[in-house]
């Protein structure tokens, strides 16, 4: 059975995770409605959720894969991450990477003015 989750982290192409995508169809980059606030989880990895005010709109990606990816990608995702719903711009609601607010806000760095991870990262070369 296929399986599709938008991505906002490492898991992107290029980024340090995306190799367990392999196998996985791309079907584009998307961005979420803005309902959400974007966490730097120790400069490792961004946490994201969702808010009822305040909320941006946050640039990721999409996949396709089958289920035997799909448990290589859980797998391998770093502490707190869940899948669970986003909601994207276009009005769709599909699965993605989440993190819980409580964690997020109480100890992490709230980066959502860039609304993008490789943003985020980026800046950080300045």
């Known amino acids: 059975m296929a399986f599709e989750i938008f991505v906002n982290g490492t898991l992107m192409r290029g980024l340090q995770l995306h190799e367990n995508l392999d196998g996985a169809e791309f079907l584009g980059e998307f961005k979420t409605a803005p309902l959400y606030r974007i966490y ?5 990895h961004p946490g994201m959720f969702e808010v009822e005010q305040g909320g941006v ?4 990606e999409m996949y396709r894969m089958s289920d035997d990816i799909w448990a290589r990608v859980e797998a391998g995702e770093p502490p707190n991450l869940y899948c669970g719903p986003v909601k994207l711009s276009d009005g769709r609601s599909v699965n993605g990477i ?3 607010q ?6 992490h760095l709230d ?3 860039f609304g993008d ?3 985020y990262m980026a800046s950080k070369d300045d």
């Open 111 to 113: 980066i959502s003015e």
């Open 98 to 100: 989440l993190f819980p």
């Open 117 to 119: 991870w490789r943003t």
């Open 57 to 60: 709109s946050v640039k990721g």
């Open 102 to 107: 409580k964690i997020a806000e109480n100890s």
């Open 40 to 44: 730097s989880i120790d400069d490792k």
